[in-house]
């Protein structure tokens, strides 16, 4: 569903050393104001900013490379606990997930998927794809509607949940819809509302302003 994710930052340059150096993924370009890296198939854009804003997204990866990747990434950084334990199994999703934050206070989650195998050593290649971004609006309702019309579906029915998470999409991408305040998984952090833009394969656009509201279209990717 993604191709690529416009997201905001005032920590640019810590964010480029952290995606390269540390995550060792493929910068595609960088210039003074922002910077691109691939992960597999999707594009994640950071622009500077001149407020501090973080968002939660997260990445697809196999699920037989779970193991591998988690003893990976405890060797670059301290992975999010929540009630004493550092990796969740959702049975719904049929996936495990592990949690951490990036310089900019990113909630990033790493999603084995179990039905998703990939055979041999841990490479960037085992970074499949972008799976979810959140966006944090207090107009829950109306966006949910306007995106299933858009033709987003809702993964469980057809009515969002004004205060609590709202997937949308299906098989392995998702946009999370949530209110502000509301604590993310595997964080201390509460959600909140700040500007981005999603192009999705077909080359529409959704984005969110500042006071998180939506507009969509048809435009050309970014």
């Known amino acids: 569903m993604f191709k690529s994710v416009l997201l905001y930052t005032n920590q640019l340059k810590s964010l480029r050393r952290f995606y390269g150096n540390v995550m060792e993924l493929e910068i595609t370009e960088a210039c003074e104001e922002q910077f691109t890296i691939k992960i597999g198939e999707s594009f994640i854009i950071f622009k500077q900013s001149a407020w501090p804003a973080f968002y939660h997204f997260a990445i697809n990866i196999p699920g037989n490379q779970f193991s591998m990747m988690k003893y990976w990434m405890q060797d670059r ?123 999705l394969l077909d080359g529409r656009l959704i984005s969110v302003d500042e006071e998180g509201k939506i507009s969509l279209s048809n435009g050309k990717e970014i």
């Not at 495990?96 to 195998?117: H, Q, T």
């Not at 960037?124 to 995106?147: K, Q, Y």
């Not at 993310?184 to 509460?190: P, R």
């Open 77 to 199: 950084l301290t992975l999010n606990r929540e009630s004493g334990v550092d990796e969740v199994y959702f049975q719904s999703f049929d996936a495990d997930s592990m949690y951490f934050e990036d310089p900019a206070g990113n909630v990033v989650e790493l999603i084995g998927r179990r039905k998703r195998d990939l055979f041999g050593d841990l490479t960037v290649s085992s970074f499949l794809s972008l799976s979810e971004i959140s966006i944090t609006t207090p107009f829950v309702a109306n966006v949910g509607d306007e995106l299933q019309d858009f033709g987003i579906p809702l993964h469980w029915g057809t009515s969002v949940n004004p205060e609590e998470l709202n997937f949308l999409g299906k098989g392995d991408t998702y946009i999370v819809l949530v209110p502000p305040g509301r604590r993310w998984y595997f964080s201390k952090k509460t959600s909140e509302v700040h500007p981005l833009t999603i192009t």
